[in-house]
């Protein structure tokens, strides 16, 4: 299989509303950092792929503005998920290895703040049954932990110390939303309280991928991707078990996570009780697990909807390129309670 | 490095009507899957991975439906993808599936598109106000209008060429069972004496509003050897975007579709498109953009394309038949459409597409496009195996 490697990542710094800025105005910022970094110009890219929903937006088409930004012309080979931005990644990822290209530039953007993100996304469940419902996604992630603490799975000190140690960590994230000690608060959704649930925020992500040695060439230490899958659940809360994640569990085996142990895992769980759940499924709960979660501070800190698993991946990669990690796994979500999973493996030289 | 040969050895579609009904979203697209699934003789364990495709979300209501769908379409376990590049979609939507397979990360992928107008109002889908934004001025129609009056203006064209490619394409639908309207007592005086819409858009050379779905399997050449029914190889494809409004676009004849075009001729070695196509899917969502596209896709000069479609050249039984399933025109699941185009392409190829069959069709091209003409999808497939 053909070598690609994340080799530039930028994201922006993530704010709690951005009325100021237009989707275009918080990407563009993010898209020249990352050509910077790579010297490459948008017309030398092989292939552009955005994660990017328009219900964030409230309008339909939303992306079309970005790509606008992005300065198509002459035209370029490009594409769009609606969804998380991880998942644009593994199209362009795919694409190069098809051979079709040799670089690729990812994207993904989301304001949280022009809408009540909770009930936004409940238009995601199923329309006929349980959406007319409006049952959020606080609300939902609550009935998950609750159906760990039922399992004596965990309980809502472990919660918090989840809460305490990802706060703690994004101290040293210029990025992040939140930082530093935060109270664990009254319950938002028992049992849930608002330090296990993430900050409502904007912001914007984009990587650069590059094959075999044009990656070498555009950086001294690509981010190798060892192996990359993602997997989907039934949607139904009912019929799934809450306290696993056998998708995730899936994706991580057909990345090749469980082949050699990882030095660091960057987790896409907006919630304390999903990293629970995460844990688990990716076998980091060992009581020698030396693995370390979400230095960045994960989606705790920060989370731009449809773009928060892309910065995992990035901050993966970051890791590997600065040495601080020699294998890592990123893993990112969509759906309500973790239904889709993505896993990827990333390896320095 | 060589990338795997990509087959399409099942199709499925959907009855399109304006309003199904008596199906859920998911009875909907579970029933073209399935209908792909029983013209390539598999079940649904044997399906690697599903990639579907829609136009906008809130044209259901339902944010990214993936998650709701991922049951009927037999996606649980699986790699799921949902793409979305407007209304080009159907066709980016198969290219993505298809790359799956070219790069051998999947060796047997369903990929479907659909939309279920009925479940909303597809005009005010997008029409949704944007402060300090233009407005998409009540539906597409009012925002193609002009670039049609451009290319009369710029080729001459007289204004009878628009109700020839309408007439044309209606008829074809009445030799497809899976066609929305089939406008059985229709003429040529009924189709220039309908109602004006959009200047000079009259109400039968717009494309209805559909619920339907289509699905395809495609697979790798182990797979196709193995599939009952012949495959149609995918030769190239293609997408290409370009900025929605600049100073330089020319929306009359978009660069992107230019080069999208190109570079599928170069992946399928093909040097005269006019000769060496057999037969041609055309995206034509208002009649007019039949002759556009002619020239845009390079079947003619700049400035002839309404020569073609005057002269019969692109009737069912002309030298280079476009849409012989009866196009956008009578049948228009925004979201499906290109893959429609795509499918139908295919079915040419691999002579199953019943009365509307292009006589010893060997190779045919699917063509999407979306948005403000910015985003082009295209296939070209073919009956042999392609070379290397």
């Known amino acids: 299989m053909r070598e690609v490697a994340i080799v530039a990542f930028g994201q922006s710094d993530h704010v709690r509303d951005s009325a100021e800025t237009s989707e275009v105005e918080m990407l563009m910022p993010v898209l020249h950092d990352v050509l910077a970094q790579t010297g490459l110009a948008a017309r030398d890219i092989g292939f552009t792929c955005s994660g990017s929903s328009d219900y964030l937006a409230g309008r339909a088409f939303s992306f079309t503005m970005a790509l606008d930004g992005v300065g198509a012309w002459p035209p370029i080979s490009e594409s769009h998920v609606e969804m998380d931005g991880a998942w644009a990644l593994y199209e362009a990822w795919v694409k190069l290895l098809t051979g079709e290209a040799e670089t690729a530039l990812v994207y993904a953007y989301g304001k949280s703040s022009p809408g009540d993100v909770r009930e936004v996304l409940t238009r995601q469940l199923d329309p006929y049954y349980v959406a007319p419902l409006w049952p959020d996604s606080v609300a939902l992630a609550a009935l998950q932990a609750q159906a760990l603490i039922d399992a004596e799975l965990t309980d809502e000190r472990e919660l918090a110390g989840i809460a305490a140690r990802s706060r703690a960590d994004a101290e040293t994230n210029p990025h992040a939303q939140l930082r530093g000690a935060v109270p664990a608060g009254e319950h938002l959704v028992a049992p849930l309280r608002t330090s296990d649930c993430p900050p409502i925020g904007d912001g914007a992500a984009a990587v650069v991928l590059a094959a075999g040695d044009t990656a070498r060439r555009l950086t001294d230490r690509p981010a190798w991707i060892r192996g990359l899958d993602h997997r989907i659940e039934a949607h139904s809360l009912g019929v799934r078990d809450l306290t696993d994640s056998p998708s995730t569990r899936l994706a991580a085996e057909r990345a090749g996570a469980f082949e050699r142990p990882v030095d660091t895992a960057e987790l896409h769980a907006p919630f304390t009780s999903q990293e629970v759940v995460l844990r688990r499924a990716l076998k980091l709960d060992a009581p020698d697990c030396t693995v370390r979660i979400n230095p960045s501070g994960g989606a705790l800190a920060a989370h731009p909807v449809m773009a928060a698993g892309l910065i995992r991946l990035g901050e993966a990669a970051a890791r590997i390129q600065s040495g601080a990690s020699g294998r890592a796994l990123a893993h990112a979500t969509s759906g309500p309670c973790l239904q889709q999973n993505l896993v990827a493996v990333l390896e320095g030289e | ?388």
């Not at chain 2, 066609?179 to 717009?206: C, F, G, N």
């Not at chain 2, 845009?296 to 002309?318: I, Q, R, Y």
């Not at chain 2, 910015?374 to 070379?387: I, S």
């Open chain 2, 1 to 388: 490095m060589s990338k795997e040969p990509v087959a399409v050895i099942g199709i499925g579609q959907t009855r399109h009507v304006a309003a199904r009904r008596d199906v859920s979203l998911a009875g909907l697209v579970r029933e073209a899957a399935r209908r792909a699934l029983d013209d390539a003789q598999l079940t649904w364990a044997d399906i690697d991975a599903v990639v579907i495709g829609k136009a906008p979300d809130f044209f259901e209501g339902l944010m990214m439906p993936e998650l709701y769908l991922a049951d009927a379409l037999g996606a649980v376990g699986k790699p799921m993808l949902r793409v979305h590049t407007a209304g080009s979609v159907g066709g980016s939507t198969a290219l993505v599936a298809a790359n799956l397979v070219a790069a051998r990360v999947h060796r047997t992928v369903l990929t479907l598109a659909f939309e279920k107008q009925s479940e909303s109002n597809a005009m005010w889908g997008l029409s949704l106000p944007v402060p300090f934004q233009q407005p998409l001025l009540a539906g597409a129609g009012g925002f193609f209008a002009p670039h049609i009056r451009a290319y009369m203006r710029r080729t001459g064209a007289p204004d009878t060429i628009g109700s020839l490619v309408a007439y044309k394409d209606r008829r074809n639908a009445l030799k497809n069972p899976y066609a929305h309207l089939h406008e059985k007592d229709l003429t040529l005086e009924k189709v220039q004496a309908s109602p004006m819409l959009w200047d000079p858009i009259r109400y039968s050379e717009t494309c209805p509003s559909s619920d339907g779905a289509c699905a395809m399997i495609l697979t790798d050449r182990t797979g196709a050897a193995r599939a009952p029914h012949p495959a149609a190889w995918v030769h190239g494809g293609a997408m290409r975007s370009e900025p929605t409004l600049f100073a330089g676009k020319d929306f009359v004849s978009p660069q992107a579709g230019k080069d999208c075009a190109a570079d599928v001729y170069r992946q399928a070695g093909i040097t005269d498109p006019r000769r060496q196509i057999d037969a041609v899917e055309m995206y034509v969502p208002f009649s007019w953009y039949e002759p556009m596209w002619l020239e845009n896709l390079g079947f003619a000069e700049e400035g002839e394309g309404w020569k073609l479609t005057e002269s019969g050249v692109t009737e069912l039984d002309g030298a280079l038949p476009v849409n012989p399933s009866g196009g956008v025109l009578s049948t228009n699941p925004i979201g499906a459409s290109g893959m429609i185009r795509f499918a139908e392409a295919a079915l040419q190829v691999r002579g199953q597409a019943g009365d509307h069959q292009v006589d010893g069709a060997r190779r045919a091209l699917g063509h999407a496009y979306g948005g403000g003409s910015q985003f082009f999808a295209m296939w070209l497939v073919g009956a042999d195996t392609p070379a290397g």
